[in-house]
């Protein structure tokens, strides 16, 4: 196989993927065409069933089973890849092009050290002995920023953390040097602060290595920060393309948007200029429409053009760069002009405290029966899940609970929940101290007008039971009514409260989408008209579009109950959209706490800042100051004694920080930082989030 | 780790206590009848009392129970009722004779098994794999018995090949010992193979098997270093503990073949209410079980780098 | 899939409903030719049992005329009406014919049963084991662990031999030998399915444990215990074929497909109809609940 040097990279022209199902033929991938020139990142972007990493597992030529590549080519410099033979296209993968993963701990071999799936690569490849293969190994491993290479050389995977098992999966992809690196959401399965160190290390090892890459993601905002070109794909099409600073400034196709209405950008504001979520929801693969497969969902769809046949991608004119458009009416459209400002919605009232956490501790005994810690007189240790914690929320209000894993906003909910109880500390709750009654002892009232809503759609209601039965059985707990018709008339209710059609009340989960089960797991929590609702991570796992809708949901919700939102998040995008007030959470213990605005501007606490910078914002022209943290994550049983942030803070002023914990300091009324940097020099930082006022930009977003 | 094979072996310990309890107490509760059995039904109420006080059978349950197991540890169990000679001298051998036959047996079925279920496991749904599977499944279907009738039907009677019992009276044949480990052999392998084939057909689906796919190894590499040594774990407990099945399933065929084993041994005994007898073979029993779950267990912490390394 | 119900189904399930869904489930089955079969099989017998009184020529106890080959004729006596023995007779004159089709019953009567009662056993100590974890839990694994680890024939032999055979002291051993393994199978289930969110918003709203276990967490562990169910009727089949045959099954009169085996198999050599038709018949009974679990396997990871 003769490589051509001096063709691009990677050529795909009108591809078509189809796979073979119960059901017949389904197409996957519809007139697919990708041009990618040495050195060149380009992003693939859509919701899911779009496409795109059916696209990626097509240029590895490893669709499975039962997946085909009906027409089209696929020429890697040169090389048609169709017509490789099996050990051609197996010399390929891994040296020229190589892949990176979602989920970097199941692409790992638990059973084999990483050294040797480490070394394999160059072994297999270029024929070079072990040892040549072992220096080259933990030079890679350098590149990708990992503490002691020696030492992951020897380990197994489970040995070492997610974000590091995610640089060992992209060593592995460099090793034999590909001049293609096919990245298939390699950060969402990672902790924000830890996505952000790999994204940067992503575009770096790019113009490092002159490797191109294709990255695919459903985040716009990651996509710009690491490629030159975008291509945005809908239900297996790709309805726009170009680069980033054309297609993100200048959106061409409705589609692209009404994504970008959905996302909370900077500029959105819950009352003022809400989310716009895109109506309808995405076609089942075999029943796409003529023409246009985003024409029913379109605000602009016009009958008789855009449904009759078959659209191709038109070049956008004027455009210096390639941007290119599969829309029928796109020279009609001016999205600035559409704009109105109909769409505010007023602002929820606050009203009195109805939540006060008052140094509220959570410790859980870890009991270690090995005999040298018996010996050694420690066998019982704490896990100090929560502590100190002190905030409130009034009536009305939406309180984010921000951090990442591990920093115990799981706990915290269960306490508040009742599935805990405090080990100290109050948690007051209308009247009563709610921290140490567990559920079982609490009134049905009680329980009825606290509620959560739960992250994971797919697991959020019992698979057996039918939707009417389930939100019926809460409706009857919580002693809201007993009369069987009219607890069906209340569960009819509320499935009209969150948009869904009535005749869902017969239906099983396994019927509905994720957006509608989280609807109903948000009906099931209203079910007894609740004061507050904990929403823990409620849209994370959704499409963005279908999150956009979930959302503005809830808030709608909130704003006709007036309902307390105690919003658990790790995502300050949405965050900063939704909360009034923010409550940041590291290791067990508030960091910071204050109003959105107090803590989106400077004063700082370092993990605050560090957790700005790491948010992707798909606005080209908000600027962000890049803070990228090293260290580790200490283990929850042997925290610092000092600042739990101490390991990996970016401004660490000495032995200060590991010895003692900070005192609270209060930059205002109500906005507390935990840091033992006095306040004003913390003051005097610049803000981590730049957003170019109205008149400054170059287009208009809302 | 070696805190852990201790505390593993300490419960094994504990087990057979607690079994060898639970036996004791089941079989020996009713004085009367044990003395009703050595002595034989036809002695005299007043004999029997005598030798109940003589051997000490009116003492305390728990005394009788702390001397009975004070002589099993020195490996002392009695008198068999039935053979009126020491149990230990008609236990041993016939324990050794089923140890031969379980051995050949393994020999031939590990091999067997884990190469079916491996071929099969590697293309899950392919004729190969649907063939094995089903033969598979056929063979568990046929109880020991069943296939016993069938063998001796085809080798016995009809090729005349094999001889029809095993009870090696002129010393050991090998002759005789196939037909009982064909039944074995052809009963289990089945189980086993589909294990295999379970285990290796998930490790197949994994997604770090796609990536040494992707890395661009060769398909025998693949196979032998990445799906291998994970796809091998479960069987090996699997195998193991088949070392316990074995004890079992020998009982039929011994008893079928009349093959003077450790299982027909058993039976006897059960059947003829040889109390000291059944105590010592159910020991050895438990033994070898918790013997063998102990070493899977160990075995299996070893093998999985998840386990013992965390 | 909408049920066409005029009132919604409070989330308890009604038994009628609960069996509409297993009807429909079976139809599932077509899906996979192997499931087909072993349906068919296990409904044939399961039909030859409960039709005994009408299929069976003869009396299973009648010693009429023995040593008859296959197809021979009965001529009929005072009290018995002629007739053929389609399958022979054994060496005590009994028709062979007869003693399978009534010896159907005792095993599809027996095996359910003991199966049935072991499931209950396990089910409730597996969820007790998996939803309450802590010293419960360790207190029924290690129960578990030390009956498994008794070889299962062993014990039998030893239960049977020392309290005498019976068929309620067969379902006893049988429920006591297998409980342990279904246990274990529940707790796995139970620890699995016990982190899903819907079973905190039960937990949420003060749901009692046991409506949880019962109610939220057993009903989705269907699946895999459907399985087990068929495999494990094979298996207690097969144990009470060997009971049988070792001469410790259930005692006369019911015939007993195992005893007829030992009993007729030293008559193997010169008349092997005797035993080979018992043989088919047992067989062909485990091999139908071995397919059928096998196809219900298939279906259930289709989905």
């Known amino acids: 196989m003769q490589f051509d040097e001096n063709a691009p990279v990677l050529e795909i022209k009108d591809l078509n993927l189809s796979y073979w199902t119960r059901a017949g033929e389904i197409p996957a991938v519809i007139d697919f065409s990708l041009t990618i020139d040495k050195g060149e990142s380009i992003g693939l972007v859509g919701e899911s069933g779009c496409g795109k990493s059916t696209v990626a597992m097509a240029i590895m030529q490893y669709m499975g089973g039962n997946g085909t590549i009906k027409s089209g080519s696929i020429k890697f410099k040169g090389v048609e890849l169709n017509t490789l033979a099996p050990d051609e296209l197996r010399r390929l993968r891994g040296a020229e092009i190589s892949m990176i993963y979602q989920e970097p701990f199941a692409a790992l071999n638990p059973s084999l050290t990483l050294g040797t799936q480490l070394k394999e690569v160059p072994i297999i490849h270029e024929g070079i002995t072990d040892r040549e293969a072992h220096d080259r190994a933990v030079k890679v491993l350098g590149d990708v920023r990992l503490p002691d290479p020696e030492r992951v050389m020897a380990a197994y995977p489970h040995q070492i953390s997610g974000g590091q098992q995610q640089r060992v999966v992209i060593a592995m992809g460099l090793l034999s040097n590909p001049s293609l690196l096919l990245l298939d959401e390699p950060t969402t399965a990672l902790d924000v602060t830890v996505e952000a160190g790999i994204t940067k290390l992503i575009a770096d090892i790019a113009k490092q290595y002159g490797t191109s890459q294709v990255y695919i993601s459903h985040n716009l905002g990651l996509i710009l920060e690491v490629c030159d070109r975008v291509f945005v794909m809908y239900s297996g099409e790709v309805v726009e393309e170009g680069t980033i600073k054309s297609l993100f400034t200048w959106p061409k196709h409705p589609y692209t948007h009404g994504l970008f209405g959905c996302i909370p950008l900077p500029t959105a504001d819950k009352n003022a200029a809400p989310l716009k979520p895109i109506r309808g929801q995405l076609p089942l693969p075999h029943e796409r429409p003529t023409g246009c497969n985003f024409g029913p969902r379109c605000d602009f769809f016009a009958d008789g053009r855009c449904n009759s046949r078959d659209i191709a991608m038109t070049q956008v004119t004027g455009s210096a760069a390639d941007h290119r458009v599969r829309c029928e009416r796109w020279t009609e459209l001016d999205f600035a002009a559409e704009i109105s400002h109909d769409e505010q919605k007023p602002p929820i009232s606050i009203g009195d405290t109805v939540l006060e956490v008052d140094g509220m501790q959570k410790y859980y005994e870890v009991h270690d029966r090995s005999i040298a810690a018996i010996i050694a007189g420690q066998s019982v240790k704490l896990v100090k899940a929560n502590e100190a914690l002190d905030f409130d929320a009034r009536e009305g209000e939406t309180v984010a609970i921000v951090g990442e894993s591990g920093c115990g906003k799981s706990t915290f909910a269960k306490v508040l929940m009742g599935l805990e109880t405090a080990t100290d500390g109050e948690v007051r709750y209308g009247g009563t101290n709610i921290g140490e009654v567990p559920v079982r002892e609490r009134t049905p009232k009680q329980i009825g007008s606290l509620q959560m809503v739960f992250q994971n759609p797919s697991d959020t209601l019992n698979p057996s039971h039918t939707i009417g039965g389930q939100i019926g059985r809460v409706i009857k707990k919580f002693g809201v009514e007993s009369d069987k018709v009219k607890i069906r008339e209340r569960v009819l209710e509320l499935l009209d409260l969150v948009k869904l059609p009535r005749d869902f009340y017969i239906r099983r989960p396994r019927q509905l989408s994720g957006g509608q089960k989280q609807r109903v797991g948000i009906a099931r929590a209203f079910a007894g008209n609740p004061a507050m609702v904990i929403a823990d991570e409620p849209v994370s796992a959704l499409d963005v579009s279908v999150a956009a809708a979930v959302t503005e949901l809830l808030t709608d919700i909130q704003r006709e109950h007036k309902t307390t939102l105690l919003f658990i998040s790790h995502d300050l995008s949405v965050v900063r959209y939704l909360a009034d007030r923010i409550v940041v959470m590291y290791l067990g213990q508030i960091m910071e706490r204050g109003t959105t605005d107090e803590i989106f501007d400077p004063p700082y606490h370092p993990y605050t800042e560090a957790l700005l910078s790491a948010v992707p914002i798909a606005d080209p022209e908000v600027t962000k100051r890049e803070i990228v943290l090293e260290g580790n994550l200490p283990s929850v049983m042997n925290p610092p004694k000092g600042c739990p942030f101490t390991t990996r803070c970016q401004h660490k002023i000495g032995r200060i920080c590991d010895e003692e914990r900070p005192a609270v300091q209060m930059a205002s009324n109500g906005h507390a930082i935990a840091c033992h940097i006095p306040l004003d020099e913390l003051r005097q930082a610049e803000p981590v989030i730049a957003v170019p006022k109205a008149e400054e930009r170059v287009h208009v977003t809302q | ?310 | 899939m909408a049920e066409a119900t005029a009132t919604p189904s409070m989330p308890a399930p009604t038994f009628g409903a609960a069996l509409m869904r297993a009807i429909r489930s079976f139809a599932l089955l077509r899906e996979s030719w192997v499931g087909m079969i072993g349906a068919g099989l296990v409904f044939f017998w399961i039909a030859v049992a409960l039709l005994a009184p009408l299929l069976a020529p003869f009396d299973p106890n009648a010693t009429l005329m023995p040593f008859q080959k296959p197809g021979a004729l009965f001529p009929g006596n005072e009290t018995v009406a002629a007739g053929t023995f389609w399958l022979g007779t054994d060496q005590l004159g009994r028709d062979i014919l007869s003693r399978i089709i009534w010896g159907s019953q005792t095993v599809l009567i027996y095996a359910p049963l003991a199966t049935l009662s072991a499931y209950t056993v396990g089910i409730l100590m597996g969820l007790a084991a998996g939803y309450y974890r802590g010293w419960m839990d360790d207190l029924l694994s290690r129960v578990a662990d030390i009956i498994l680890s008794f070889p299962v024939l062993v014990l039998y032999i030893i239960i049977i031999a020392t309290i005498g055979a019976s068929g309620v002291v067969i379902i006893v051993a049988i429920t006591f030998a297998s409980a342990p393994g279904i246990m274990r199978i529940v707790r796995g289930l139970v620890l699995d399915l016990r982190n899903r969110d819907y079973v905190a918003a039960a937990q949420t709203r003060g749901e009692s444990a046991w409506r949880i276990m019962l109610v939220e967490i057993l009903p989705n562990a269907r699946g895999p215990l459907i399985v087990d169910a068929c495999l494990r009727l094979g298996y207690v089949i097969i144990t009470i074929g060997v009971l049988g045959f070792l001469g410790l099954g259930l005692p006369p009169p019911n015939p007993d497909w195992g005893g007829m085996i030992n009993f007729s198999r030293s008559m193997a050599l010169a008349f092997p109809h005797m035993v080979l038709y018992s043989c088919v018949a047992i067989s062909s009974l485990i091999l139908g609940f071995n397919l059928l679990a096998d196809g219900l396997r298939e279906v259930s990871l289709r989905d």
């Open chain 2, 1 to 310: 780790m070696l805190i852990f094979i201790a505390k593993r072996l300490g419960f094994m310990i504990i087990t057979m206590l607690v079994v060898s309890m639970l036996l004791f107490v089941l079989l020996e509760i009713n004085v009367d009848g044990v003395a009703t059995k050595v002595l034989g039904p036809y002695s005299s109420q007043e004999s029997r009392e005598i030798w109940l006080q003589e051997n000490g059978y009116r003492d305390p349950l728990a005394v009788r129970y702390g001397r009975w197991l004070g002589n099993a540890a020195v490996g002392d169990f009695g008198d068999s009722v039935r053979f009126k000679v020491p149990v230990g001298d008609v236990m041993w051998p016939r324990l050794w004779n089923t140890a031969i036959l379980g051995f050949w047996t393994f020999a031939i079925m590990i091999p067997l098994s884990l190469i079916l279920g491996i071929l099969a496991g590697m293309k899950e749904g392919s004729k190969l794999d649907r063939a094995i599977s089903v033969t598979g499944i056929a063979t568990t279907s046929v109880p020991e018995f069943a296939s016993a009738v069938f063998l001796s039907a085809i080798f016995v009677f009809w090729l005349k090949w094999l001889p029809g019992t095993s009870s090696m009276s002129d010393g050991f044949s090998f002759k005789q010992l196939l037909l009982p480990i064909m039944v074995l052999v052809l009963y289990d392998f089945g189980y086993v193979a589909r294990m295999t084939r379970a285990s290796m057909a998930e490790v197949m689906t994994t997604h770090y098997i796609r990536t040494a796919v992707l890395k661009g190894l060769p398909y025998r590499q693949v196979i032998l270093k990445h799906a291998l040594r994970n796809a091998l774990i479960a069987p090996f407990t699997v195998i193991m503990l088949q070392v316990n099945w074995l004890l079992s399933g020998v009982i039929v065929v011994e008893f079928f073949f009349a093959y003077k084993g450790f299982g027909a041994l058993l039976l006897e005994a059960s059947l003829n209410q040889d109390i000291f007898m059944i105590e010592a073979c159910a020991m050895v029993a438990v033994f070898v079980a918790v013997g063998t779950q102990t070493i899977a267990d160990v075995g299996y912490t070893y093998l999985n780098p998840r386990i013992r390394f965390s």
